[in-house]
Nanobody, 120 residues
Framework: VQLQASGGGAVQPGGSLRLSCAAS????????MGWYRQAPGKQRELVAG???????SYTDSVKGRFTISRDNAKNTVYLQMNSLKPEDTAVYFC???????????????WGQGTQVTVSS
């Protein structure tokens, strides 16, 4: 199972970006999917998560600005980021809880990370 993240970049404050993360491989099903971020010198933190049924959750600092969604048919999770602030600058990672064909039970898989830079 592999997760491929894309969509990062550099934007000015107030701008928008949309991150995508597609899972591929021998996947039976995917449970929770989520986005994390890690800024320089800081611990990785959960930004947003979404259940298999589409129920989202957000860390307080992004509520009202970020929207997480998923397409189960494409095994893909998205993060729409609006009204970006300099403090949103970080490497963003996707994570999926996967039931794979070749393993027993649910396992966590991470994407490679994509850089988001918010600066004027």
């Amino acid at each position: 199972v592999q997760l491929q993240a894309s969509g990062g970049g550099a934007v000015q404050p107030g701008g928008s970006l949309r991150l995508s993360c597609a899972a591929s491989g021998s996947i039976f099903s995917i449970d929770t999917m989520g986005w994390y971020r890690q800024a320089p010198g800081k611990q990785r933190e959960l930004v947003a998560g979404i259940t298999i049924s589409g129920s989202p959750s957000y860390t307080d600092s992004v509520k009202g600005r970020f929207t997480i969604s998923r397409d189960n048919a494409k095994n893909t999770v998205y993060l729409q980021m609006n009204s970006l602030k300099p403090e949103d600058t970080a490497v963003y990672f996707c994570k999926a809880e996967v039931f794979a064909m070749s393993t027993i039970g649910r396992h966590s898989y991470w994407g490679q990370g994509t850089q988001v830079t918010v600066s004027s």
